[in-house]
Structure formats: structure tokens, C-alpha cells
């Protein structure tokens, strides 16, 4: 499989407001091609509702985002979301559910088992998704969102409801893919110490406004126990 490159985000002035609630206001931001980007902030605070937007399943209520400098108004051809649930057809073995995306291509066995292989599994590509584990399940997905190499990959709590050494496991995983294949990540995510151990800069989002744009400039791979990442942690 080709390498895959990253995508450029221009978002400006981007609003969303649902009836009465307004949800994003104001929204500026700036992702240049194959960085990795954190979202934290509060339950409720419009993480998803941005992912959505730049993902095009939503649509701005005003201002814009543009892509590689096309605004998106239609689905994002470019990117892929990964949701905390895996989001599995029970149905379907593994393999069809990493190729569920691609039945129109010719070749989507060979683009399903390559996705596999970037996450460990191709040995459970014949098995259904109801014997995988919980960590497994989530592999699956992130499969599924890589088989059609997206240059944008949108990861929406993904490791949630993983437990601490699954999920620690899991970052790595993301952490070698990413690095491997280049594509622009924005990360939304409730652990502090996760966007700081996979994103280039954290973004904290407070009732729907950009509150901080933090770098985070520590090398790679990151130590939690660096001096350097614990301040890093108590400023985000
Ligand atoms: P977060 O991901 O940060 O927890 P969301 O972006 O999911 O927050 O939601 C932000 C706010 O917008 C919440 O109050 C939520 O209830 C509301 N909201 C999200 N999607 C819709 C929708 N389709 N219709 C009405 N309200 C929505
Ligand atoms: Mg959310």
C-alpha cells in the first residue's frame, strides 16, 4: 500500500447552534498537514460537534472550514471517524467490517487485510466480531477507519472505554500508525496524559470557544514520568 499523506484544516469563524443552543462560536483553527491534534474540554463542551463539522456529517451554521483550501460542505472524502463504541456489524465477519467502506473497489480484501495487519488481527480476519474483546473491537474499527487510507483521521474518544492497559497499548498502536502513514490526527479525549503522550498541541475547548492552543514541544516517544510532561500536564 502507497503511504498516505495528511490534509491541511483552515477552520475561521466557524458557528453551530442547534435551535437555541449554541453549541461552537467563534472557532479558529489552524492544522497544517500530518499533525496530531488533541481536543479536551468538559461533557457537552462541542468536541464531537466539531469532529462532525470538519468530517462534513454537519453542517456549519456559519464561517468555514477548509480542507487542503476547499471549503467542505458534503461528506469529507478524506477522512474517517473512530467512535469510543466500535460500532461493528454483528453479521459480518472482521474482514467485512474493515472492507465495509470499500465493496465498490475491486481489490478491498487485500486494502481490508493490509488494514488488519496495521493493527495485529489479520489472524481473526474469518472470526464475528462478537468473540473480540473489548480492545480488539476497537482495533477493528481503527482498521476499518485506515482501510480507506484516509489522510484525515478523526478519533472521537476512541480509547474511552478501554481499560488503563489496553488503552496504553492502543496509544502506542496509534502513535506507530501515525507516524508510519503520515495522516493529520485530531484527537478528542478525556485523559490529559493521553493528548499530551500522542499530540504535537492541545487544544482546550470551554462552552464552545478555543480557551488554550498549547504546543507541546516534549520529543517522541514521551515519558509520563518527564518532569517536563508533569508540568505539561497540570497546565492543560
Ligand atoms: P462533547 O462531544 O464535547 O461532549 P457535543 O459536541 O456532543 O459535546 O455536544 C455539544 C452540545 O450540543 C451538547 O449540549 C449536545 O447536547 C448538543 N448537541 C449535539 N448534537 C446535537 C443535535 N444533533 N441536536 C441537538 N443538540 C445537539
Ligand atoms: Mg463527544
Redesign the pocket.
Known sequence: MPETSGVELSIHQLEKS?GH?H?LRKIDLQIASGEFVAIV?K????????LRLIAGLEKATSGEIRQNGKIIKELNPQARIMFQEARLLPWRSVLENVGVGLRLQKDWKQRAIWALKQVGLEERAHDWPSVLSGGQKQRVSLARALAAQPQLLLLDEPLGALDALTRMEMQALIEEIWQQQKFTALL?THDVNEAITLADRVVLIEKGTIKMDLPIPLPRPRNRSDSAFIELEEKV
Not at 461533557?43 to 466539531?50: A, D, H, I, V
Open positions: 442547534f443552543l453549541v474540554g461533557s457537552g463542551c462541542g468536541k464531537s460537534t466539531l478528542v
